[in-house]
């Protein structure tokens, strides 16, 4: 009965005769039987899709993987990936790789996921990925793949294809440049003069200042962020977290002739740069939005930073004296001992009698006064005045 059911889609209805293939488990029916209705019907339709991709449904579940994935790649169907990973092809998938490449965008980022998930246990480690690709395809193709599938690899574990890393500068260079300063802030291994060159080459000037402040050159990055990248508010920040008066002091001079960042900078710098020396580098006849406003909010602003450190110096001050106070008070505590307590020179008591004196130290421990000219280190001439305290009897 189901024969005959499948039958009649075979010859009236391919799309749903695939579809039925695809939900109905195939105790339900012959998978022979259908097999060579549909290599007879493809005698006569060889290029029907349907029928093709039910034949390769046939072999899938037959369990002859290889001729399914050939009529899948044949038709760039993707149904090819979920072969591949249900199957764990792995082989299949290297060995095809410069087909799988030419299925479009999509189908292009699911090869290169499938690629990255079969890195485990050394099945496609990212050497024989990369030794592959550098094999095939003309140069800008393979070089785009390599590029998403470093990409992806570098998502899922970026410790898994380090020896890569230099390479990829070169490609989020070419192909992804929005990924490439992310890239460079998560990466500690590659030689930052060559991403340099690579970054100037290509005019990214973000990039560039990451790289020269990370190199030590924090001039040369402001520089390039008032000269290229003409962001006041980027060049403010910048300085601000490295918290280097010579820095203020080169932005100033940078800004000399430039109108807008003069204006940032008397907006957003008074609690960090000295007023007068702004403005006196501000050259004459320099017209400036807002001048007049941007003045005020310079001079609040660096009045607001005066008054904190007054407040704070006043508090330093105030806790200081407590302190002093407080050490003042323990110094002048009295200290107290009993029967037990013995001389730390020869072991007697410590009560009051032959005795004229006893000396007590902080750290507790006690001496008869004529037996401290006996033992070494202690002596009463002077050579404990930080830490000793007498008492008399």
């Known amino acids: 009965m189901y024969e005959t059911v499948l039958n009649y889609f075979l010859l009236y209805d ?25 290599t007879d019907q493809l005698k006569k339709q060889p290029n029907d899709i349907n029928l093709l991709k039910v034949k390769a449904k046939l072999f899938e579940d037959g369990g002859d ?40 965008e999509n189908q292009l980022q699911k090869t290169a996921e499938l690629l990255v998930e079969f ?30 599938y470093l990409d992806t690899l570098f998502d899922r574990d970026p410790k898994a ?45 973000e990039a560039m200042v990451f790289l020269l402040d990370r190199m030590g ?19 403010i920040v910048f300085v601000r977290e490295k918290d280097d008066e010579e820095l203020w002091d080169s932005l100033i001079q940078l800004s000399k002739n ?9 907006q957003n710098a008074g609690t960090h740069i000295d007023p007068t020396k702004l403005i006196k ?5 320099l017209k400036i939005n807002n001048l007049g406003l941007s003045l005020v909010k310079l001079l609040n602003d660096y009045q607001l930073q005066v008054n904190l450190r007054e407040g704070c110096k006043k508090i330093l001050v105030k806790d200081s ?19 037990l307590t013995s001389c730390l020179n020869c072991s007697g008591e410590m009560l009051p009698g032959d005795y004229s004196r006893i000396v007590i130290f902080f750290c507790g421990h006690m001496v008869h006064q004529n037996c401290s000219s006996k033992r070494n280190g202690v002596s009463s001439n002077n050579k404990f005045k930080l830490l000793v305290t007498k008492l008399h009897f």
């Open 14 to 38: 391919a799309k749903t005769l695939y579809e039925v293939i695809q939900e109905w488990p195939t105790d339900l029916y012959n998978p022979a039987v259908i097999m060579n209705a549909v």
């Open 65 to 104: 993987s290889d001729s399914a994935l050939e009529i899948y790649l044949r038709l760039g169907d993707v149904e090819v990936f979920d072969l591949i990973h249900k199957r764990k092809l792995h082989n299949a998938l290297i060995e095809n790789i410069q087909y799988l490449m030419k299925l479009g």
């Open 119 to 148: 890195r485990q246990d050394d099945c496609l480690p990212p050497t024989k990925v990369v030794k592959k690709l550098d094999s095939v395809g003309s140069e800008k193709e393979w070089e785009y793949f390599l590029h998403r």
């Open 161 to 205: 294809g380090s020896e890569y890393h230099e390479r990829q500068v070169q490609l989020y260079a070419d192909y992804h440049q929005k990924k490439l300063l992310p890239f460079l802030r998560a990466c500690n291994d590659i030689p930052l003069q060559k991403a340099l060159d690579v970054c100037q080459s290509k005019n990214l000037y």
């Open 217 to 235: 050159n924090p001039q040369a990055a402001l520089q390039n962020i008032v000269g290229n990248l003409k962001d006041v508010d980027k060049a």
């Open 258 to 266: 430039h109108p807008e960042f003069i204006t940032g900078l008397l």
């Open 281 to 285: 580098e501000i050259p004459d006849r």
């Open 321 to 339: 004296h407590k302190l002093m106070e407080k050490l003042h008070r323990l110094n002048r505590r009295a200290v107290s001992f009993d029967n």
